[in-house]
C-alpha cells in the first residue's frame, strides 16, 4: 500500500512500537487481521448506510491500519508466511465489499439511481480485480498493473464520503462515477496483459500438437459365405464319422 521508501518511514516510526508492544502482550499478527477487517466492515456497514461518513471514515481509518501492523507483527515475530498473506488478502476483500456495499446501500434507500449503479460497478469490479490477478498468476502470468488498484480505490472513496459528511454532498456520488469507470478500465488493462503473456504460450502448444488421428471406417468387412458342399463331399463326410 505504501511503496515510498519515506513515506514507510514515516508510517514505521508509529506501527513499530504499537506491533512490539502488542508482541509483549501475546497478541498474534492473525488476531490483528481478523480485527481490522472485522472493524472495518462493522463500521462501514452501520455508519455509513446512515449517512454519518464522518465518524466512519475516523473509525475505518483506525483499523485501516492493522493491515499495516499485522504484516510489520509477523515480520518482527518471524511468522511472515504464505498463511499470512492468504489471510490478509482475502479478509482485505470482505473488508472492501463492505465498504462499497455499505454505501451502495445509502445511495439506494436514498433513490440516487445511477450512483447507485456506480456504486455496484465499484463493488463487483473490485472482487473482479482482484480475482484476475489471482487466476493469473495461477496461471503462470502476473497482472499487477492497473489505474484504480485497491489502495487508490479505497483513499478515494474514503476521502469522497469524509468531504460528503462535511456537507459537500455531491462529491461521494461522482467519485463514486468516476472510481466505476477507472475499475473498468483497471479490468481492461490486467485482461490485456494477461492476454500479452499468455497468447503466445497458446500459440506455441497448438504448433507442437499432434494431428489428430484418422478415426476407423464404421462399416463392418464384408463376411464371406462358403459354398454348399458338392455330392461327393457330402457322402464322405457322413461316411466317415463314427456311429
Known sequence: MLNNKQARSVVSRVIDPVARRLLALGVSPDAVT????????????WFFPRGQ???GVVVIILFVFSDLLDGTMARMS???GPWGNYLDSTLDRVADGAVFGAILIYFATHGQTWPTAAAWVCLVGGFTISYAKARAESVGATA????????????????AAFITGLGVEWVLPAAT?????????TIAQRFTHVRQQLAPRTSEVADVEPSAPVAPDPSPAPVTRPSPPTSSESSSETRGDPL
Do not use: D, P
Open 34 to 45: 481478523y480485527v481490522g477487517a472485522a472493524g472495518t466492515s462493522i463500521a462501514a456497514l
Open 53 to 55: 461518513f464522518v465518524a
Open 78 to 80: 518471524g511468522r511472515a
Open 144 to 159: 499487477n498493473v492497473g489505474i484504480a488498484e485497491r489502495a487508490e480505490r479505497l483513499i478515494v472513496i474514503l476521502a
Open 177 to 185: 462515477a468516476v472510481l466505476a469507470v477507472l475499475t473498468l478500465v
